[in-house]
Structures are given as C-alpha cells and as structure tokens.
C-alpha cells in the first residue's frame, strides 16, 4: 500500500517561473492538506481541499498561490511568478476522515523547491 | 495560535529520559504528535482527544491537560533512533486549521 506520494522531490526554478507541485493522497483518503516548511522551522498550515473543494485556504498567501484537487488525478499547489521567498520545502498530508479530529493526517516526503 | 514548545532543544545520552512540553493559546480538541528527521517527512506517532487521556507505546507516551491546553511528550531510556525534531500538532475546539508547534530538536548521543 503506497503512502502519500508528491512529485517532483527537488524543484528549481528562476524567478518569474512558474512551480506546480503534486500530490497522490494515500488510497482512499479524500483529505489533502498542504504545509509549507522553511529551513529550521515548523509546519504551517496553507490549504485543505477535499475532492473538487476547497474547505479552508485561510493560511494561502493571497496572491500568486492556489490549490486544487480534481476529482480525477493528484492534488496541485501552484505557485505563479516564484521569488526567492518561496524557496521551502512543500509537504502534503492526506486523510480518510476528516483531521485530526477523527483521523491523523500522514505526510508525503515533500517537494523542495529552490528559488534561483 | 502557534502552539509553544518547550525546550527548543536537547541533548541526551543513550539511556537518559526526557520530557518535551507543548502549550497552547486556544482550548484544544485533540494533540498529535510527530517526530521528523533531518530532510525527512513528519512521522505520526500518536494522538490525544480532550478527556484529559494518556498514552504510550514502547518507551514513548503523552499526555493531556486540556484544562491547561497542554500536551507532554515523554520519552524513557532514550536510544539514538529517537534524534529527530518533535512537533505537536494542536486542533483548537473551533475551527478547520491544524497547528504544529515551534518544534523540539532532540539528539541522543552514546
């Protein structure tokens, strides 16, 4: 049983470019949440998406960033028009139930992007 | 709303314990705990609901004052596989969001 997959596992882009991030959530899980983690910090929260919805974007930066989860096909966090600042690493978690209240959220291996 | 951990950091020797401590501003519904190694993903090793519950499995067990909105991660007879950097993640009574603490940088040496 596969674990929560994200692809690309290392990102480089120029400044100006555009930065798509994927995630595959666990099977049959239908929560996705994705963080974002500077160096030599904590977690934070960004978006949480079910399948087709958006359930809370509140901790998206308001522009150049969005977040999809298609009812066929992985999780997207799209990054428009990158500056140096958004260089982190990017994890995705995913859920069966709704978390954490009812159900733990288990983590991808993250994507790390760099910002040239 | 970013829960507070306590201590920032620590160095142990094989064998000693430790005890890392997780505080929040907002009343709490449920703390997660996670442990995460240098360019690794978190790794889930357990959950606590309100009800003041405690839990543990081999050397590693939690608690929960939801009176305090604290959390306590307590780690016995550590072993040089427990380096790492802990998290808890705190869900508040309300809302959607998910917190992770400021994080605790635990290495165990020989």
């Known amino acids: 049983n596969a674990g929560v997959m994200q692809n690309p596992r290392h990102l480089v882009r120029r400044r100006g470019q555009e930065a798509r991030l994927r995630c595959s959530p666990m099977?049959?899980?239908?929560?996705v949440y994705w963080y974002r983690q500077l160096p030599e910090e904590g977690l934070k929260f960004m978006v949480y998406?079910?399948?087709?919805?958006?359930?809370?974007e509140s901790g998206m930066p308001k522009e150049r960033f969005s977040a999809e989860f298609p009812k066929e096909g992985p999780s997207i966090l799209r990054i428009q028009q990158v500056v140096r600042g958004d260089s982190a690493a990017y994890f995705c978690?995913?859920?069966?139930?709704?978390?954490?209240?009812?159900?733990?959220?288990?983590f991808g291996p993250g994507t790390r992007l760099t910002v040239l | 709303q970013q829960p507070v951990q306590s201590p920032q950091a620590v160095i142990l020797r094989e064998g000693e314990d430790a005890v890392i401590n997780c505080s929040s501003s907002?009343?709490?519904?449920?703390v997660h705990w996670y442990r995460q190694k240098h360019g690794e993903a978190p790794v889930f090793l357990m959950i606590?609901?309100?009800?003041?519950e405690q839990k543990g499995h081999d050397k590693i067990s939690a608690s929960f004052n939801e009176k305090k909105q604290q959390s306590s991660l307590y780690l016995t007879a550590s072993q040089l596989s427990y380096s790492g950097t802990y998290f808890c993640?705190?869900?508040?009574?309300?809302?959607?969001?998910?917190?992770f603490g400021t994080g605790t940088s635990l290495t165990v040496i020989p």
């Open positions: 099977k049959g899980h239908s929560h």
């Open positions: 907002k009343a709490l519904y449920s």
């Open positions: 978690a995913s859920s069966k139930d709704k978390s954490p209240s009812t159900d733990t959220q288990y």
């Open positions: 998406l079910q399948k087709e919805n958006i359930i809370d």
């Open positions: 606590l609901l309100k009800g003041g």
């Open positions: 993640g705190t869900e508040p009574i309300t809302g959607n969001q998910f917190y």
